[in-house]
């Protein structure tokens, strides 16, 4: 009994225009909301900048995050100890 091997087929990759007009328009939509946000005044961009860079602000971010690495540190050491307290 022999058997026959079919034909390859040859795929064509699907085409997704949809897919692309959308990602053109959300671009577009970011693009132009970066613009007016860059341009307005309203938003005060001296006054954010004058914050961002100071020192006060640098300490407080740096204290959040050793807090955070603290907390981490806490919790897997906490969680190692209930692992091994649940195996024994």
Same mark, same amino acid.
């Not at 613009?35 to 602000?57: C, E, S």
């Given at each position: 009994?022999?058997?026959?091997?079919?034909?390859?087929?040859?795929?064509?990759?699907?085409?997704?225009?949809?897919?692309?007009?959308?990602? *053109? &328009?959300? !671009?577009?939509?970011? =693009?132009?909301?970066? +613009? #007016?946000?860059?341009?307005?005044?309203?938003?005060?961009?001296?006054?954010?900048?004058?914050?961002?860079?100071?020192?006060?602000?640098?300490?407080?971010?740096?204290?959040?995050? *050793? &807090?955070? !690495?603290?907390?981490? =540190?806490?919790?897997? +050491? #906490?969680?190692?100890?209930?692992?091994?307290?649940?195996?024994?």
């Amino acid at each position: 009994m022999t058997t026959t091997r079919p034909e390859r087929i040859e795929a064509k990759p699907l085409r997704h225009p949809g897919r692309w007009i959308l990602a *053109a &328009i959300i !671009i577009a939509l970011a =693009v132009w909301f970066l +613009i #007016g946000a860059a341009r307005n005044d309203a938003y005060g961009w001296d006054t954010y900048f004058r914050y961002l860079f100071d020192t006060r602000i640098a300490v407080a971010a740096l204290h959040t995050l *050793a &807090i955070t !690495i603290f907390a981490m =540190v806490l919790g897997v +050491i #906490g969680g190692v100890i209930l692992a091994v307290m649940r195996m024994s």
